[in-house]
Nanobody, 123 residues
Framework: QVQLVESGGGLVQPGGSLRLSCAAS????????MGWYRQAPGKQRELVAI???????NYADSVKGRFTISRSNAENTVYLQMNSLKPEDTAVYYC?????????????????WGQGTQVTVSS
């Protein structure tokens, strides 16, 4: 069973920084696209940043220049470095991964989500 486990959330003052991590484990053959999403109270989940297996990245306009997504393919881990945080960045952050994995002596490709980690930006 493939699992994604996030860490690194917390409470930070405006202008501060946090680094989120998401580690994938299980019968993984390869992880393709990995990404971070967030959901604020009363709002829909939205894309924050994505990264391909080759390291190409894309960001939501609201976080460009402040957030950086990166990954370690060897460790099946994706990171989100968040700088210059604003109160509007407050949300539950979820990681997502497009995973090729073994299943019942075959391979399968599925999308997985982490459990979410709370980020609160407040003075």
């Amino acid at each position: 069973q493939v699992q994604l486990v996030e860490s690194g959330g917390g409470l930070v003052q405006p202008g501060g920084s946090l680094r989120l991590s998401c580690a994938a484990s299980g019968p993984i053959i390869r992880i393709n696209l990995m990404g971070w999403y967030r959901q604020a109270p009363g709002k829909q989940r939205e894309l924050v940043a994505i990264i391909t297996g080759g390291g190409n990245t894309n960001y939501a306009d609201s976080v460009k220049g402040r957030f950086t997504i990166s990954r370690s393919n060897a460790e099946n881990t994706v990171y989100l470095q968040m700088n210059s945080l604003k109160p509007e960045d407050t949300a539950v952050y979820y990681c997502n991964a497009d995973v090729l994995h073994t299943y019942s002596f075959q391979s399968a490709r599925d999308a997985y989500w982490g459990q979410g980690t709370q980020v609160t930006v407040s003075s």
